[in-house]
């Protein structure tokens, strides 16, 4: 059960119920829908290419991740991912492949997902 104390204002105690009822749910950290709507369509690309079979996301409290599959039984060939907490150092997003090695961060999602999404040049 929650505590609601009799001093806090009105507005608070009524969150803290609200959130109560709820289940509350920690914070996570999660990909809005213009983040994921390009990732899918990269996904949606690469599974036509015949490259990418499945995939996977992970909410977590410190990041989000989105885990690309060649075939489900394997690890990760990609791992996309969303920290918050580097956006204002290098970036809150990365790519990262199955070794743990970082091919790219930045701080826009389209640019760190041209690592992936490198399309053939006519010369």
Known sequence: MTSISEDAEPSENRAAARNAAAG????RV??????????LNLYGRMVTDGEWRDYAIDFLRDRAVFSVFRRASEVPIYRIEKDPR??????????ISATGLILRRGHELDRVLLVI??????V
């Open 24 to 27: 509350a749910v920690p914070n």
């Open 30 to 39: 999660t990909f809005n829908r213009l983040e994921l709507n390009r990732i």
């Open 86 to 95: 580097l956006a204002r150092k290098q970036g809150m997003y990365s790519v």
């Open 117 to 122: 999404d490198r399309k053939l040049a006519v």
